[in-house]
């Protein structure tokens, strides 16, 4: 039996969390691109949810910017997004 490749979506995400929580934010950034593929695609969104978090905390608004865009197309009402949609 085959075993999915999306197996390993969550532990993707518990390690990028992991990451942002010891201040390695591009770290937690890169591992979220990098992996993004093999996270399944219903909790994709928790994925980029974390990457925005790292860009934020990191001080890099523009890329946190990008996150936000991403997070909207599938949860516009996000309040920790907002802010990035919506000021210039």
């Known amino acids: 039996m085959e075993i999915p490749m999306y197996v390993q979506g969550e532990e993707i995400i518990q390690k990028s969390a992991s990451l942002r929580g010891q201040k390695e934010f591009d770290e937690a950034i890169k591992l979220i ?14 994925a980029w949810i974390e990457a925005f978090k790292a860009a ?4 890099n608004p523009s890329l946190a910017k990008k996150y936000a865009q991403v997070v909207a197309q599938e949860n516009p009402d996000l309040p920790s997004i907002k802010k990035y949609l919506y000021n210039e």
């Open 33 to 46: 691109e990098e992996n993004i593929d093999l996270i399944d695609p219903s909790i994709r969104i928790n």
């Open 56 to 59: 934020e905390e990191s001080g």
